[in-house]
């Protein structure tokens, strides 16, 4: 039997996978891809009859969902495409640095001060920001922000206002 005196576990995971496999004629317009390493959400789609060789061909047409930037590929109708588990999950917005950090606190009370006010953000100015959390602030609203993660990324995807608990 072996000596497993000294093994030393360094991190843990959930063991859920960040992408899943899906055949390439079942993805539809609005959904999710991996195009090039990167998640994107299909904007348009379109497939070509089969040719010579037997395979139809699916082209596909994405926005990555972090930096908004178009993404095209083009694959077999048969053939598996990568899936990326997007998670939405809402924070409180607590604070607005002076340098583009939000603080925000989750619904059991923890903080992160880790995300960063982003092209992709709506709003998305600094002063658009400022002027959400003023206005939330005086008539006794809380700001809530959605937070997209996928394939170990995380953006800070919308602002809104919502009632104060």
């Keep these: 039997m072996a000596d497993t005196g000294d093994v030393e576990f360094e991190t843990t995971q959930s063991g859920a996978s960040e992408t899943f496999p899906i055949q390439c004629s079942a993805l539809r317009k609005n959904g999710f891809v991996v195009v090039k390493g990167r998640p994107c959400k299909i904007v348009e789609m379109s497939t070509s009859k089969t040719g010579k060789h037997g395979h139809a061909?699916?082209?596909l047409v994405g926005?990555?969902?972090f930096t908004g930037k178009k993404c095209e590929d083009i694959c077999p109708s048969t053939h598996n495409m990568q899936v990326p588990n997007v998670s939405r999950k809402e924070f409180e917005v607590i604070d607005?640095?002076?340098d583009g950090f939000f603080t925000l606190m989750s619904?059991?009370?923890d903080t992160r001060?880790?995300?960063k006010l982003t092209d992709?953000?709506?709003p998305?100015?600094?002063d658009a920001v400022r002027d959400l959390l003023s206005a939330a602030e005086a008539s006794?609203?809380?700001v809530v922000a959605t937070v997209w993660k996928a394939l170990g990324e995380e953006l800070v995807k919308e602002l809104k206002t919502g009632k104060a608990n």
Excluded: M, Q, Y
Aim: with cysteine; proline share 4%.
């Design 120 to 122: 992709n953000c709506a």
């Design 140 to 142: 006794g609203e809380r």
């Design 96 to 98: 607005f640095s002076e």
């Design 107 to 109: 619904e059991d009370g």
């Design 113 to 115: 001060d880790d995300l």
């Design 63 to 65: 926005l990555d969902i």
């Design 57 to 59: 061909k699916v082209h």
């Design 124 to 126: 998305n100015t600094p």
